[in-house]
T-cell receptor, first 114, second 115 residues
């Protein structure tokens, strides 16, 4: 069984400020962790993923996330927010294998203000 | 990255009619595809896992006779919403994973409105 908890359904930051979106997971098997971004009326785009190896993973658009097994966390960060980062962000967990289901968190809407 | 194409992006249909949504993997073969439903301001709810050449596996609470899934080839899965009603209005998204790659790639989504 697996689940994802995203703390904060809405996060608002000023342009240029640090972005921190929180994600905690639970999984009965070694987790594969993902962050996706969704713009209005569009599908999901992968930002970054953790499978094995280095626990700090870098993704597109300047985002990165760190897998912390002891804290069962996979928080998403970006040093400096841009207006174009405003979107819905989903954390997801799965097991290994291409037939493994992805379990999504409830999402966090990021608002970026001037 | 791999490309998943979903069609149509928007559809409006009358109550009682059926609507078919296509999901294609354009540059890879997918033995497994996934269909999700997303309610406004909500997360993605997995509806079913589409298996090439065999029956789909539906999640608990999803009516398999209402949401017909066919995975006739390694690059195409279809979701048919039968006898649609206004409560079926939603955003439907498909995804697939190519080969041994662990991330899922998503279609653009289909906004279904039943009037």
């Amino acid at each position: 069984a697996q689940s994802v908890t995203q703390l904060g359904s809405h996060v608002s930051v000023s342009e240029g400020a640090l972005v921190l979106l929180r994600c905690n997971y639970s999984s009965s098997v070694p987790p594969y962790l993902f962050w996706y971004v969704q713009y209005p009326n569009q599908g999901l785009q992968l930002l970054l993923k953790y499978t094995t190896g280095a626990t700090l993973v870098k993704g597109i658009n300047g985002f990165e996330a760190e897998f912390k097994k002891s804290e069962t966390s996979f928080h998403l960060t970006k040093p400096s927010a841009h207006m174009s980062d405003a979107a819905e962000y989903f954390c997801a967990v799965s097991g290994a294998g291409t037939a493994s289901k992805l379990t999504f968190g409830t999402g966090t809407r990021l608002q970026v203000t001037l | 990255g791999a490309v998943v194409s979903q069609h149509p992006s928007r559809v409006i249909c009358k109550s009682g009619t059926s609507v078919k949504i296509e999901c294609r993997s354009l540059d890879f073969q997918a033995t497994t595809m996934f269909w999700y439903r997303q309610f406004p301001k909500k997360s993605l709810m997995l509806m079913a896992t589409s298996n090439e050449g065999s029956k789909a596996t539906y999640e608990q609470g999803v009516e398999k006779d209402k949401f017909l899934i066919n995975h006739a080839s390694l690059t195409l899965s279809t979701l048919t919403v039968t006898s649609a009603h206004p409560e079926d209005s939603s955003f439907y998204i498909c995804s697939a994973r190519p080969g041994q790659v662990y991330e899922a790639f998503f279609g653009q989504g289909t906004r279904l409105t039943v009037v």
